[in-house]
């Protein structure tokens, strides 16, 4: 790094002091917090975006958003050249850049992380970042800031995309990095042709009269909705209804979206008992998290909930049908048994995870956070992975699809029209429908319509496929969650001592009874979850397991 970089640099960072007194830490998914103390954590991730794109000769996706937070919140991710999370790799050096204290060791830091890093200055490379953000009115000003921070590396260049879903922009982001199309009306293009491709290959005996046409969409007055709204005008075959779109005077996240959905299971603003009966779904505040529910018959506020987990056993039934098509009867001599594998967290529904492994299919859990789920995906060729809050996507292997692309193109010439190439050609219209870089509710709510159809199944058919065990969730505030310490997966508490055990006494209670404990990594609380037999044991093993937590650490002690 020469003098005018070291100076630029120094210079810009003056204009964005840190907020005092706060500790910022990358987390589960990005930096959140409250908006107005975010510009400076803009920039840097900024600087941090610019020296990826480097490091990496890549281009670089950088996110505004909180997803399902508050209004008031914001927040910044980063995609990677693949398009999907930051490697964690860097996630030390992103929190040491937004705690920095002032300018000078700010770029302390950058200098010495170049050098580590081998980052290369010799101007042979550009860095090039895409920016995007939600619709949040702190996005405009806090872009700025971004921005200032990518140039304040000399030569980089940011692209402003926008209000974007956060999946569209790590879509644009791998499409950049492999050379593909990737602009927005690209993007719409190719989710809608391989809607059509799947709904052609629908078979001419699948009950379609008992599927409802319509489906009514809470777009939790964000970004969702409003691109939902250009999808819908590009379709046929499927009648959408969006609610909730931001444009009829509603707060994000604020009694919609997903997340409210999901955790509250009662219905979001604007539906009622008038909805009873139609398929209706949710988003989140960026689009990457999809739930299904039907509104219950009573004139209570209550749904029936169709969370990630049934969206993954969905995928997982169909997915599982074409392979045994395809595998079943293995014309011409190209033939591959594909590794199929599941990926859940420990917030599955217990459920959920012995449906999937009934139908005899590998499941694994991870840590919470997409970024373990995915990794953990794409070890298989082709590997399905979903949060109970709806966020997840099915991945497939370079080299799977290389060799479907041959047993489609051989197919064609032996049997064409056949049920083997129709299999094949389905599997070959979902890796396309469905993001491959991150979660995606809009493609998402795409192959779900289209699973339904050819299925044949109504949302109770589907909802029908296990029973759900009671769940309740909990959040407790204390006074340092980083104190609680956890292992397989997030199952088992290792610290503080004697939380597990007295939590593990409190689970013995309960018939079909499971809980755990972490902390959060978007929010300063800890999670309690848990689920058993009943509605009242769930309830009762929840409320039991957070006031251990709040006995162990609560706000008093330390
Ligand atoms: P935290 O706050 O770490 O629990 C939440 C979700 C994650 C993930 C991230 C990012 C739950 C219980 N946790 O993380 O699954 O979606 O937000 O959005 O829903
Ligand atoms: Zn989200």
Redesign the pocket.
């Known amino acids: 790094m020469d003098v005018m970089q070291r100076s630029n640099l120094l210079e810009s960072a003056c204009l964005f002091p840190p907020p005092l007194g706060l500790k910022l830490s990358y987390?589960?998914?990005g930096f959140r917090a409250d908006a107005s103390i975010l510009q400076s954590t803009m920039f840097r991730m900024g600087i941090l975006a610019a020296l990826r794109s480097l490091k990496t000769h890549s281009v670089i996706g950088l996110m505004i958003t909180a997803?399902?937070n508050k209004v008031s919140d914001n927040g910044v991710k980063i995609a990677d050249p693949c398009g999907g999370m930051l490697s964690q790799h860097w996630e030390p050096f992103s929190d040491q850049l937004a705690n920095a204290p002032d300018p000078q060791t700010l770029l302390l830091l950058i200098v010495e992380f170049v050098k580590k890093e081998n980052i290369p200055f010799d101007g042979a490379f550009t860095a090039e970042i895409l920016l995007g953000r939600d619709t949040r009115p702190s996005g405009e000003s806090l872009l700025e800031a971004a921005k200032q921070g990518v140039r304040s590396i000399v030569g980089a260049v940011a692209h402003d995309m926008g209000i974007l879903t956060t999946p569209q922009l790590h879509w644009m982001v791998r499409a950049r990095n492999k050379g593909l199309k990737a602009t927005e009306s690209d993007y719409f293009e190719q989710l809608l042709s391989s809607f059509r491709c799947l709904m052609d290959l629908i078979p001419n005996e699948s009950k379609m009269d008992e599927i409802e046409d319509k489906l009514i969409v809470d777009g939790a007055n964000g970004v969702g909705g409003e691109k939902l709204e250009v999808i819908k005008k590009m379709l046929s075959g499927l009648v959408i209804e969006v609610h909730n779109t931001g444009k009829e005077g509603g707060i994000l996240n604020e009694g919609v979206g997903a997340?409210f959905v999901?955790?509250e299971k009662v219905v979001p603003h604007g539906f009622g008992s008038n909805h009873a009966g139609i398929r209706c779904a949710s988003l989140?505040g960026d689009a990457?998290?999809l739930v299904y529910f039907s509104v219950a018959s009573n004139s209570s506020n209550k749904i029936d909930l169709v969370d990630g987990d049934k969206i993954l056993s969905l995928f997982a039934v169909f997915i599982k049908e074409q392979l045994s098509i395809l595998e079943g009867d293995m014309k011409g001599n190209n033939n591959y048994k594909a590794r199929l594998g599941v990926v859940q967290?420990a917030?599955a529904n217990g459920a959920s995870t012995d449906y999937l492994k009934h139908l005899g299919l590998e499941v694994v859990l991870t840590p919470?956070?997409?970024k373990y789920l995915h990794a953990r995906a794409a070890q298989y060729d082709i590997g399905i992975y979903f949060?109970?809050?709806g966020?997840g996507t099915i991945l497939f292997s370079e080299h799977y699809l290389s060799w479907l692309e041959a047993k489609h193109t051989e197919l064609s010439s032996i049997s064409q029209g056949s049920e083997l190439q129709k299999a094949a050609l389905r599997l070959l219209a979902v890796s396309k429908l469905i993001n491959q870089a991150v979660g995606d509710a809009l493609s998402g709510l795409l192959l779900v319509e289209a699973i339904l159809r050819h299925m044949g199944w109504s949302i109770h058919n589907w909802n029908e496929l296990y029973q759900d065990l009671p769940s309740r969730?909990l959040k407790v505030k204390v006074a340092d969650r980083t104190a609680v310490v956890t292992a397989n997966a997030e199952t088992v508490v290792m610290s503080p001592p004697g939380l597990q055990e007295a939590i593990n006494s409190e689970i013995a209670k309960c018939i079909k009874g499971r809980s755990f404990v972490?902390?959060?990594?978007?929010?300063d609380?800890v999670?309690v979850?848990a689920e058993a037999s009943t509605e009242e044991e769930a309830d009762s093993l929840a409320n039991s397991v957070a006031e251990l937590v709040d006995r162990f650490l609560g706000v008093g002690s330390t």
């Open positions: 987390g589960t998914a997803s399902h997340d999901q955790k989140d990457d998290r967290t917030y919470t956070g997409v949060e109970a809050n966020h969730q972490r902390p959060s990594g978007t929010e609380v999670r979850y």
